[in-house]
Structure formats: structure tokens, C-alpha cells
């Protein structure tokens, strides 16, 4: 299992964050842009995931919903910016239904070396108390938690050597 590195430099507006996957770069951009893969990670265990759209290419949108053991909902919608690929990665506007307004960018890259890839992503909020705010949140737990499903997800579907 791999280690999350953040970056949050003081009065920026933007989030860094750094893992290595044991996974080929084009494993893991199917697993951020295909439905039926993206619910088996994408955040904490404790919560479920169901995709309501997802069209990954440029000017697609994407919504989904997670929900716990109470039923709460909480909504997430946003728009694809230019093709998602291993080469480009993929930039997308991400906002979380509970706080309309809150817009975020989102670019993630993969750079594979050796059957490894490096994943980063920079979200860039509208202020720095936004970015946060988000932190403060739990956003971190969530990750981690979301990334170690994706370890898990990736080692299921790489081929056995």
C-alpha cells in the first residue's frame, strides 16, 4: 500500500497531492473514468457510491452520489476539460452539492515508470479558505481511505505475472 504526499503551501489557493501505485498509468486512468470502476474506490469504505453520469471527454459531465449507514446523500458534479488520457491526464471541475458554489479545478497526471505510476493531482479552490475548509473536513481521511481501495482495486485487475 502506498503513502499520500500533500503539499499546502500557506496563502495558496491549491492542494498538491502525490502516491505511487503499483499499477500501469492506463489501469488507473480506467479506473478514474469508467463507472463500474470508479464506485468500487472513490472514497471512504464506510460509504457507497453510485454513478449517475459520467462522460469522459471534453465537456462531459459527471454526478455521483455517496450515502452511509443513515441514508444521507451527499451529491458531487462536475465537467470534463479536454480528453482524459494517460498522456494529458484528466482536468475536471469538481463541486460538492452541499456547498453550490464551491467550485474546484482539478487536474490529475499519471506518470508510469516500470509498471509504477505516479499519480498527482492539484485541485485549485477559489480561495484559500475554501481549500481549507476542505481540509478541515476530513478530506484527507477520505483520500487515503479511497486510495487504499484503489491499491486493492488495481492489484485485482493486474495481470498475474
Keep these: 500500500m502506498g503513502t ?5 503551501e500557506p496563502g495558496s489557493h491549491a492542494l498538491h ?3 505511487v501505485f503499483e499499477a500501469p498509468a492506463e489501469l488507473l486512468l480506467r479506473a478514474h473514468t469508467d463507472p ?3 464506485v468500487q474506490w472513490l472514497g471512504p469504505r ?3 457510491t453510485r454513478v449517475e453520469r459520467l462522460e469522459a471527454h471534453d465537456g462531459g459531465r459527471w454526478r455521483f452520489v ?3 449507514e443513515d ?3 451527499h451529491w458531487f458534479h462536475g ?3 479536454g480528453d482524459p488520457s494517460v498522456e494529458d491526464g484528466i482536468t475536471q471541475t469538481f463541486e460538492y452539492e452541499g456547498a453550490p458554489g464551491q467550485v474546484l479545478l482539478e487536474h490529475v497526471s499519471f506518470d508510469e515508470h516500470d509498471g509504477r505510476t505516479t499519480l498527482r493531482a492539484t485541485s485549485v479552490f477559489t480561495t484559500v479558505e475554501a481549500r481549507d475548509a476542505m481540509i478541515a473536513s476530513g478530506m484527507e481521511g477520505g483520500v487515503e481511505d479511497g486510495f487504499a481501495r484503489l ?4 492489484e485485482r485487475m493486474s495481470p498475474v505475472a
Design 17 to 19: 497531492l502525490e502516491r
Design 79 to 81: 465537467v470534463f476539460h
Design 46 to 48: 464506510r460509504l457507497q
Design 66 to 68: 455517496q450515502w452511509g
Design 151 to 154: 491499491d486493492e482495486l488495481v
Design 4 to 8: 499520500t504526499n500533500y503539499t499546502v
Design 71 to 73: 441514508g444521507t446523500e
Design 36 to 38: 463500474e470502476l470508479l
